[in-house]
């Protein structure tokens, strides 16, 4: 059973940087693309980013573009999001997934996905 845990959330300025990790236990976590959602309150959980198997590619929604980036370290078994010039609208709770379909880094659905961690909550002040 493939497990995923956050950390590093927090509260920050508009403008600052945060990284967080996800590390992933009990499974097969080096085969398959790790991926990143956020959530608010209310609203759908929204695809972020993703990296593949192999750590070699990565895939961005638009609205991070530029600003995020997701790494994968300590042999595949953690992924990182590092983000950075965070913005008021970048507060939500962060996500970790896997789609057991997908090895390689592309945009995904929340629906797709097989396995999520808890969350950790970013929270950006003007």
């Known amino acids: 059973q493939l497990q995923l845990v956050e950390s590093g959330g927090g509260l920050v300025q508009a403008g600052d940087s945060l990284k967080l990790s996800c590390v992933a236990s009990g499974g097969a976590y080096s085969r398959y693309a790790m991926s990143w959602f956020r959530q608010v309150t209310g609203k759908a959980r929204e695809f972020v980013g993703a990296i593949s198997w192999s750590g070699q590619s990565t895939y961005y929604a638009d609205s991070v573009k530029g600003r995020f980036t997701i790494s994968r370290g300590n042999g595949a078994s953690t992924v990182y999001l590092q983000m950075d010039n965070l913005k008021p609208e970048d507060t939500a709770v962060y996500f970790c997934?896997?789609?057991?379909?997908?090895?390689?880094?592309?945009?995904?659905?929340?629906?797709?996905?097989?396995?999520w961690g808890q969350g950790t909550q970013v929270t950006v002040s003007v």
């Open positions: 997934g896997v789609d057991l379909q997908i090895p390689t880094a592309q945009r995904m659905s929340a629906r797709t996905i097989d396995y």
